[in-house]
């Protein structure tokens, strides 16, 4: 497709539950990047990916938030146990890789609300 | 769609009018700076990046300017239409190996008819 596609949209469930989100990135954009947004502030940083190698994993908040991109292209979040404070909307980004820094490119996200 | 930035500053201006949205960034080794426009219900959309080693780069119907002496990004608009209307963000990178951006508290743009 011709920008991040995430599902689902909207998430639903119960506290302790298992959630797995989805981001597709753009096509040959080799890094990616996924990002936790509150409501009325920018996102915050999670995780990184370059190819399938995770570069950097300093802004998951604790061992129940996982994320794997095994392939190099298709990404899945994964939180278990889920509390209500993971509620928030959960944002995938993608950019080309290269020298120096590149734009990051944002998909519009995955509400995950947790009951 | 959800509702970005209900707290946000805003800035309301006139259609045709310029716009000027500002941000003060954290880190003095950032090298590099993104402006991001966000509409309800959306993505942050991509608008114009610049790097440290540049003071002003420009787009179509946009402008960055970038002063590191005192950390200061702004993000000019020129004759802002009423499709402008959103949530404005700056960002900036600290750490290129690390790749991750840091946001800013973000400003809504309304455009007034």
């Known amino acids: 497709g011709a920008g991040v596609s995430q599902s689902p949209r909207y998430k639903v469930t119960k506290r302790g539950q298992d959630v797995a989100l989805r981001c597709d990135p753009i096509s040959g954009h080799v890094s990616l990047y996924w990002y936790r947004q509150a409501l009325g502030q920018g996102p915050e940083f999670l995780t990184y990916f370059n190819y399938e190698a995770q570069q950097d994993k300093s802004g998951l908040p604790n061992d129940r938030f996982s994320a794997e991109r095994p392939e190099g292209s298709i990404s899945t979040l994964t939180i278990q146990r889920t509390e209500q404070r993971d509620s928030a909307m959960y944002r995938c980004?993608?950019?080309?890789?290269?020298?120096?820094?590149?734009?990051?490119?944002f998909g519009d996200g995955t509400r995950l609300s947790i009951l | 769609g959800e509702s970005v930035g209900l707290h946000l500053p805003t800035l309301s201006v006139q259609e045709g009018d310029n716009s000027i949205i500002n941000c003060a960034y954290s880190?003095?080794?950032?090298?590099?700076f993104i402006w991001y426009k966000q509409e309800s219900g959306k993505g942050p959309q991509f608008i114009i990046d610049?790097?440290?080693?540049?003071d002003k780069r420009q787009g179509q119907r946009v402008t960055v300017l970038l002063n590191k002496t005192v950390k200061h990004l702004s993000l000019q608009i020129a004759a802002t239409q009423p499709g402008d209307s959103a949530v404005y963000f700056c960002a900036e990178n600290w750490d290129t190996g690390r790749r991750a951006l840091t946001f800013g508290s973000g400003t809504r743009l309304q455009v007034q008819p």
């Open positions: 880190n003095s080794a950032s090298d590099y």
């Open positions: 980004a993608s950019s080309l890789e290269g020298g120096g820094n590149q734009p990051q490119h």
């Open positions: 610049i790097r440290s080693n540049m």
